[in-house]
């Protein structure tokens, strides 16, 4: 009769047990938003997309390197939804509601496009969804507003800058006239507004020839490169991407804009396999951290960059490495908070809560979120100039900048830090 | 005052750019009374064809002085395969219709288009930089130009040309004048009105092709190409007067010029002059430069 009792204590128990243990291995269903089409798919969407793909794979095959090393989020597989971010902002944020309303997913990664991230980010917070932005600059996000549910794991456009005027700083050293050539929206105009305002706090003398703004896939630039070898001046700054990178690229190098004077690419790595003859030896190419060229030599890495390449037969951008990142901090943050939950599944706030001034490691390095209450990730960066070796365009003098040098402190806006000197 | 050749070299050459895209629709509108949004498709459609076939000339070791005419021959073949088949498949049975109607057609037909290239081409970019570094370079005011932009500049002007002179000097330019005016009438005086229609839909999809195919060498060719040049090409023909050729031209030189003005002296304000413009010209001729008033028919 005992034994009969215990079997039956046993049975209710595992019966009221057995719809935690179903929901603990039902599959995270992440909602995946990246350019799929248009003009930024080609270098950060598919490469993004390409890495989601690779990463999800390890992760639900129980194949990611330690301590990332436990199937999908912890233990429950991934499901992934994927969605095209290209569209004007009223459609991306209805795609976002759809995500999340209607296909129900459990969180979102996503966004490469600063307008979008803009947009997304109340709309995240009304619908109290964990929502990563993995690649988008602006550093607005977080100075401007605050927000439980929005986090980014990928570093500001401010470090671009500031590390690049950092880079003219050391290799260079006093340098007499700068110029820009820039897209004319956020991305184009904080970018150069950076640049400008720290080369002028690292010396308040240099003359600004001319910031040329043209618009977005312009395409044409002859009268730009014309104005920019008219000027002379020393040190030119682009944070042009995609194909206006390229045809600048194109353009400008038969015209020498690359001789003689120092061309910085915020976001050159983009093109560096794809117009490896093109980009002329000394040029300064950035990776938006330390991403490609400059990822460390880590476990991470190795495991990231050659299953990668071994997959997609082509090297992982800074595009595809910041998808990697985010994926790889919110599983960290998912199984820190399954672990405060008694392992059960843990809610968007819990694994806010948990993601909330986190440090982690990932194939770009140790990335904290120290900055915007803990919702904003800060990282090293470098930049490095190009060496043209048998055909295979290399990285030399690459230059690191530890996180604090190039990031504001807490509750410090970019441009007011800049503006004061970069104070700690 | 030094800069004042390098300001108008580069509104010259941005004047014949826009011109090689934007006659193509011109010619169109003023023929068919098609606003051909498609325009742009077959702009991308040219600059594909010509970076991926010189891309597979130069590949092949193959003289790469004859790339110029891969990127012509480039741009026949694709507008060949597509420009008739859409005329005759589909925009013929909508000539009976409202232009808005047309207007609509092809616009979907562009969408059509620019998710057919990404089923051909995928969406990774195509370069082919080598015809643009090819013919060296020549100097204004201190500053280095590939000749290459001396083809686009001499396209332009054979183009210009070559249209005046069929339109006004040959025995089909008059037949056209009168399909122009009244294609009933010139239906019911035997002219083939129909053929007249496929050769010049095809012909304006041509221009566009090789707009394309000729830009290829300048820069990144990726999905989304044609979108930017329907915007510009329709703004350069609106300031000219839709369907006049020599307005056409003249508004190519208008906005290059004042373009090039802007980008050197005034970088801020360059990207609102061109539609600024467009506004002032329509503000004052709302037909556009050679735009001529329309004769009632009753």
Redesign the interface.
């Known amino acids: 009769m005992e034994g009969l009792k215990k079997v039956a204590v046993a049975g209710v128990i595992a019966a009221a047990l057995a719809p935690l243990g179903v929901l603990a291995q039902q599959p995270v269903k992440i909602g995946f938003v990246m350019f799929?089409?248009?003009?930024a798919?080609?270098?950060f969407g598919?490469p993004a997309k390409n890495a989601a793909d690779f990463v999800v794979d390890e992760l639900n095959a129980g194949k990611g390197p330690a301590p990332y090393g436990k199937v999908g989020f912890g233990g429950s597989k991934i499901e992934m939804v994927q969605i095209d971010e290209a569209g004007p902002t009223t459609s991306v944020v209805t795609e976002y509601r759809n995500l999340v309303q209607r296909s129900n997913v459990d969180l979102v990664i996503g966004y490469i496009s600063s307008g979008s991230c803009l947009a997304i980010a109340p709309v995240a917070e009304e619908l109290k969804k964990f929502t990563n932005f993995f690649d988008c600059g602006t550093p607005r996000i977080f100075e401007d507003a605050s927000y439980k549910y929005v986090f980014r794991t990928s570093p500001t456009a401010t470090m671009d800058s500031v590390g690049a005027a950092y880079f003219v700083r050391d290799t260079k050293g006093k340098v007499k006239s700068i110029a820009g050539v820039n897209q004319?929206y956020a991305w184009g105009q904080d970018s150069w507004g950076d640049f400008e305002a720290s080369m002028k706090q690292i010396d308040p003398g240099v003359d600004v020839k001319?910031?040329?703004?043209?618009?977005l896939?312009?395409?044409?630039y002859?009268?730009?490169i014309?104005?920019l070898?008219?000027t002379g001046a020393d040190v030119i700054h682009s944070s042009f991407w995609?194909?206006d990178?390229?045809?600048f690229i194109?353009?400008a190098s038969?015209?020498?804009l690359f001789d003689k004077r120092t061309v910085i690419l915020t976001t050159g790595e983009t093109a560096m396999h794809?117009?490896a003859?093109?980009i002329p030896d000394g040029t300064v190419l950035g990776a938006r951290g330390p991403f490609g060229p400059y990822a460390p030599d880590n476990a991470y890495n190795r495991w990231f960059a050659k299953g990668f390449e071994a997959k997609f037969n082509a090297p992982p951008n800074y595009a595809s490495y910041q998808m990697a990142q985010a994926i790889l901090g919110v599983k960290a943050a998912w199984e820190k908070a399954m672990a405060s939950n008694g392992g059960k599944r843990p809610t968007n706030e819990q694994v806010g809560a948990a993601l909330e001034h986190l440090a982690f490691d990932g194939p770009g390095g140790h990335v904290r979120m120290a900055i915007g209450k803990g919702h904003q990730a800060i990282m090293e960066t470098a930049y490095g100039m190009t060496k043209n070796v048998g055909g295979k365009l290399t990285m030399v003098n690459v230059k690191r900048y530890p996180a604090e040098a190039v990031n504001p402190p807490e509750g410090v806006k970019s441009t007011d830090w800049i503006k004061g000197g970069f104070k700690k | 005052m030094s800069q004042i050749g390098p300001v108008l070299v580069d509104g010259v050459i941005y004047s014949a750019w826009l011109f090689i895209a934007a006659v193509g629709l011109t010619l169109v509108y003023g023929v068919m009374k098609i606003l051909n949004v498609t325009h742009g498709s077959f702009y991308a459609l040219g600059a594909y064809a010509g970076a991926s076939l010189t891309g597979a000339w130069l590949a092949k070791g193959y003289p790469p002085m004859l790339s110029y005419a891969v990127l012509l021959g480039g741009a026949i073949l694709v507008t060949l395969v597509f420009a008739p088949a859409i005329e005759r498949g589909l925009l013929r049975f909508m000539y009976a219709k409202d232009e808005v109607v047309i207007l609509l057609v092809t616009y979907a037909l562009f969408l059509i288009l620019e998710d057919t290239i990404k089923l051909i081409w995928g969406v990774n970019p195509y370069f082919v930089a080598e015809p643009y570094a090819l013919l060296g370079s020549f100097e204004v005011g201190g500053l280095k130009y590939p000749t290459y932009n001396l083809i686009l500049v001499g396209l332009a002007l054979a183009l210009s040309a070559g249209l005046a002179w069929v339109l006004h000097s040959t025995k089909v330019g008059k037949l056209l004048a009168a399909v122009i005016h009244d294609p009933e009438m010139s239906r019911a005086l035997g002219v083939n009105v129909d053929r007249f229609y496929l050769v010049t839909f095809t012909l304006g999809c041509l221009l566009a092709a090789l707009g394309g195919s000729f830009t290829a060498p300048t820069v990144s060719v990726v999905p989304g190409l044609g979108v930017d040049v329907i915007v510009l090409s329709f703004a350069v023909v609106v300031i000219g007067g839709l369907g006049s050729l020599p307005g056409a031209a003249l508004g190519a030189v208008i906005v290059g010029l004042v373009r090039s003005v802007s980008v050197h002296y005034l970088p801020q304000v360059e990207l609102f002059v061109i539609y600024s413009v467009m506004a002032l010209v329509l503000a004052f001729r709302p037909r556009g430069l050679f735009g001529l008033a329309e004769p009632r028919k009753i």
């Open positions: 799929l089409s248009g003009p798919a080609s270098p598919v004319n001319t910031s040329q703004m043209p618009k896939f312009a395409g044409q002859t009268a730009e014309s104005s070898l008219g995609d194909g990178l390229e045809a194109l353009q038969p015209r020498g794809k117009l003859a093109q």
